[in-house]
């Protein structure tokens, strides 16, 4: 299954090394990617208001622009229609006070960026298998809510 994954990095040259390592990866996923904390709200907003398809993952960058990966989180908590959403941060940040503060704004996961593009394509296929295949998330909101689960 095809889904929507959100990517939210300031950086031009990790977009670029993502979007190779996905391709590597075989992601057939649609990747909507934004520069900015501002941009990955109002990306969200979009997908509540049905714009933005099958979103199934939210990749946060820690450091950008306007707005932060932990603002984003902090306001997300606000928007009960996303909580069914894992919002893993991905950044190069290893403070234990970002981790912490990540995980208590409601974090799913706390990824490391690799420095090297082979570890890069082995975590995308990590993220890959878990969040988008192994792990049976609620993510389809709107399919769920379209068809409502038979009993009889």
């Known amino acids: 299954m095809t889904y929507t994954i959100l990517l939210a990095e300031d950086n031009e040259d990790d977009v ?3 979007k190779t ?9 649609n990747l909507h990617t934004v520069s900015n904390g501002r941009e990955a709200i109002q990306s969200l907003k979009s997908y509540l208001a049905g714009d933005l398809p099958r979103l199934a993952l939210v990749l946060l960058d820690m450091k950008m622009p306007f707005v932060g990966g932990l603002e ?3 306001w997300a908590q606000t928007q009960p229609e996303l909580q069914m959403i894992p919002l893993v941060m991905l950044t190069s940040s290893e403070q234990e006070s970002d981790i912490e503060a990540a995980y208590r704004l409601g974090a799913a996961s706390f990824l490391v960026k690799p420095s090297q593009s082979e ?4 975590l995308l296929r990590v993220i ?3 969040w988008l295949n192994q792990n049976r998330l609620p ?3 709107r399919e769920l809510t379209a068809k409502p689960p038979s009993f009889s």
């Open 16 to 18: 670029f090394f993502f």
């Open 21 to 29: 390592a996905a391709k590597k990866a075989g992601w057939a996923h």
């Open 72 to 74: 984003v989180l902090e």
């Open 119 to 122: 570890k890069l394509l082995d």
């Open 128 to 130: 890959d298998a878990y």
């Open 139 to 141: 993510a389809m909101r």
